[in-house]
C-alpha cells in the first residue's frame, strides 16, 4: 500500500503519455515521481494533501521561497503588457546592469532560457576566441544535459578509468562519442592535474569549465588555492576560465562564487535563483570574449530569451536579495549553516555516519563510509546512497521534502523554527533508521 496513493496514480497514468511519467530525468524518483498541487513560502503541497517543509526548492530555483507575493505581481504586470516581442524590452536592459554591478566578471551580459543553453553558450565563445579546439571538464561536474558536455557526470568507479586521466564517459546513451574528442576530463581540486594538463595540450585548450563548488556532487567547495591555479594557467596560456555558477549564483553571494572566493572568472553562466522558477539564465564575462557575438560572427539565440515574465521575476528576485543591505541573503546564509551544523551534529551523536559538507545556503548531507576527506568526485562515491533514499522517505513522512541525491537547499522564506523542525525529523528519522538497522 503505498503512502501516495494519488500521487502513484497520476503516475500510473501519465506514463502512457508522458515518457516515464516526468518531463526531467531528475523527476524519476522512487518508488514513484511525486505529483504536487501548490507551494507557498517554505511550503509545498503533494496532490494526497500532504504538506512539507520544502528543502529542494525546486532543484534551487526558489531562493526567496515559492509564491512570493512581489516577484507574482511583478510578472502579471509584465504579462499584462505582453508576453514576448521578438525585440527588446527596458526591463532587460536593467536587469543586465544589475548583473554588471553584482557579478565581479560581468562587463557583458546575453539571456538564455536555461541553464544548459547558457553553457552551451560560452563553450562556444571559448573556442570561438581561442581558435582551439578542447575544453577541460572535471569528473564529477555537471554543466547541464547537451552533448557537448554530457560526460563523466556520474561515472561508476569501474568505468571511471585512472585517477589522474579519467576516461570520457558518456552520460546514458545517444551521446556521440566524437563529442568526447573536444573535453579533457580531469579530477576536481586537483592544481597539478591541471597544470600537467596544460604542460601537455596548452596550446590546444580553448577553456576551463568548473562549477567553482562541486554542488551537483557533495558540494564540495574548492581547497585553499584551486581557483587561482586555475585562474593562472590560463592566464599563462591565453585559455577560457568558465565558471557554472547556476547553483553558486545569488546563493553563495549575490556576486556568486566568483565574489565569494575573490577568483574572477573570464566567463560565467547563472541560472537557477535567478529568475525564482522562471526559465532565465545569464551568460556573463569580460567584454572581450563577446566580440565574436557583438561582432555577428557567432551565435547565441532563443526564441523565448529575456521574455517579459522571466526577465520580470529576475528583476524582482535580484531587488529582494539586495533590499535592506541583503537582509534576504544574509538569512539564507545563518539558516542554512545553522541547518548543516545541526544535522552534522545529529550525525556524530548517532551510530549512522551522517555528515555535512559545504557553504550552508546550500550544503550536502549523506552517510560516508571509510577514512579521509570528501576532496573530489571519487570520495563522493563513498556515500551510501540506498542509506540516503531511506533517511529521504522517512523525512517525507515526516513532513520535510529533500532531494535524494543529498544536495539542500535553504529560502529567505525558511525561519528558526523551520530550522528547529527539519531537525526534529532528521533525528527521528535517524533514530528509526538505527533501530530498523539494529533489529535486521
Ligand atoms: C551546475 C549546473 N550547471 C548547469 C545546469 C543546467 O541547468 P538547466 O537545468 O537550467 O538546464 C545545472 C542544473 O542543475 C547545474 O546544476
Known amino acids: 500500500m503505498t503512502e501516495y496513493p494519488k500521487s502513484k496514480a497520476w503516475y500510473e497514468r501519465a506514463r502512457t503519455s508522458l515518457a516515464a511519467g516526468v518531463s526531467s530525468q531528475f523527476r524519476a524518483a522512487s518508488p514513484h515521481p511525486m505529483f504536487y498541487e501548490r507551494a507557498e513560502g517554505p511550503y509545498i503541497w503533494d496532490v494526497?494533501?500532504?504538506r512539507y517543509l520544502d528543502f529542494a526548492l525546486s532543484q534551487g530555483p526558489m531562493i526567496l521561497g515559492h509564491s512570493h507575493p512581489t516577484v507574482l505581481d511583478e510578472m502579471v504586470a509584465a504579462l499584462r503588457k505582453g508576453q514576448l516581442f521578438a525585440g527588446q524590452h527596458e526591463q532587460e536592459v536593467l536587469l543586465a546592469e544589475a548583473l554588471v554591478r553584482l557579478i565581479?566578471?560581468?562587463?557583458?551580459?546575453?539571456?538564455s532560457s536555461t541553464g544548459s543553453e547558457a553553457d552551451h553558450a560560452v563553450i562556444r565563445m571559448a573556442r570561438y576566441h581561442t581558435g582551439r579546439p578542447l575544453i577541460v571538464k572535471f569528473e564529477g561536474h555537471y554543466h547541464g544535459w547537451l552533448d557537448g558536455v554530457s560526460f563523466s557526470v556520474n561515472p561508476t568507479l569501474e568505468q571511471?578509468?585512472?585517477v589522474e586521466s579519467p576516461n570520457a564517459v558518456p552520460w546514458g546513451g545517444g551521446v556521440p562519442e566524437r563529442d568526447a574528442e573536444g573535453l579533457l576530463i580531469l579530477p576536481w581540486n586537483d592544481a597539478e592535474a591541471v597544470a600537467d594538463a596544460f604542460a601537455k595540450h596548452g596550446d590546444r585548450i580553448a577553456g576551463v569549465i568548473t562549477e567553482p563548488v562541486m554542488c551537483n556532487?557533495?558540494?564540495i567547495e574548492p581547497a585553499p588555492g584551486f581557483l587561482q591555479a586555475l585562474r593562472d594557467l590560463c592566464d599563462a596560456h591565453g585559455a577560457a576560465l568558465i565558471f557554472d555558477e547556476i547553483i553558486t549564483g545569488f546563493r553563495i553571494d549575490l556576486g556568486g562564487a566568483q565574489a565569494h572566493y575573490g577568483v574572477?572568472?573570464?566567463l560565467a553562466v547563472f541560472g537557477k535563483a535567478l529568475g525564482s522558477g522562471q526559465p532565465i539564465s545569464a551568460l556573463v564575462g569580460r567584454a572581450r570574449w563577446f566580440e565574436g557575438i557583438e561582432r555577428n560572427e557567432l551565435y547565441h539565440?532563443?526564441?523565448?530569451?529575456?521574455n517579459q515574465s522571466a526577465v520580470a521575476a529576475a528583476l524582482a528576485t535580484v531587488r529582494l536579495l539586495e533590499a535592506d543591505e541583503r537582509a534576504a541573503h544574509r538569512t539564507i546564509v545563518r539558516l542554512g549553516t545553522r541547518l548543516r551544523d545541526g544535522l552534522a551534529e545529529l550525525g556524530r551523536s548517532s551510530p549512522l555516519p551522517l555528515v555535512t559538507q559545504g557553504p550552508g545556503p546550500m550544503f550536502?548531507?549523506?552517510f560516508l563510509s571509510g577514512d579521509g576527506p570528501v576532496r573530489s568526485y571519487r570520495d563522493v562515491l563513498r556515500y551510501d546512497a540506498a542509506a540516503y533514499g531511506r533517511f529521504t522517505a522517512g523525512m517525507a513522512r515526516r513532513g520535510v521534502r529533500v532531494i535524494g541525491r543529498g544536495l539542500w537547499y535553504v529560502s529567505a522564506a525558511h525561519d528558526d523554527a523551520s530550522v528547529d523542525r527539519a531537525l526534529e525529523a532528521a533525528a527521528a528519522t535517524l533514530e528509526e533508521m538505527a533501530s530498523t538497522e539494529a533489529d535486521a
Open 217 to 219: 556532487q557533495g558540494c
Open 160 to 162: 571511471a578509468g585512472p
Open 301 to 306: 539565440a532563443g526564441t523565448l530569451n529575456s
Open 264 to 266: 574572477v572568472p573570464d
Open 104 to 111: 565581479p566578471s560581468a562587463e557583458r551580459v546575453r539571456f
Open 48 to 50: 494526497d494533501g500532504n
Open 364 to 366: 550536502h548531507a549523506g
